[in-house]
């Protein structure tokens, strides 16, 4: 059984940063690219950033270019969402997710439906 448990949402003031993790278990994590994506109230879930398999290339949202990152410890099967300048908008609940296919490059991987197993999400709120 695959497992993502997520961590490391919170309170945080705007220009704030903060690291989420997700552990991942049950499946050969070494082998998968990882994806975040998030969710504010009343809105569609959207695509944050990937990272391949190896952790040698990621693509993100243009909403988040330049203040997020990703990186990965494929030792420790856990994905590192950074999060950077924090803004108001980047308010959500932030969900990681498994890439369906092994070995995939970043590339055209922005949809939930690249995805087969997804993480319970972390609530994160930027507020002064």
């Known amino acids: 059984q695959v497992q993502l448990i997520e961590s490391g949402g919170g309170l945080v003031q705007p220009g704030a940063s903060l690291r989420l993790s997700c552990a991942v278990s049950?499946?050969?994590?070494?082998?998968?690219?990882m994806g975040w994506f998030r969710q504010a109230p009343a809105r569609e879930r959207e695509f944050v950033g990937v990272i391949d398999y190896n952790g040698e290339s990621a693509e993100f949202a243009d909403s988040v270019k330049g203040r997020f990152s990703l990186s990965r410890d494929n030792a420790r099967s856990t994905v590192y969402l950074h999060m950077n300048n924090l803004k108001p908008e980047d308010a959500a609940v932030y969900f990681c997710a498994v890439a369906r296919w092994p070995l995939t490059s970043v590339r055209n991987m922005d949809a939930s439906s690249s995805y087969d197993y997804w993480g319970q999400g972390t609530q994160v709120t930027v507020s002064s």
């Open positions: 049950g499946r050969s994590f070494s082998r998968y690219a």
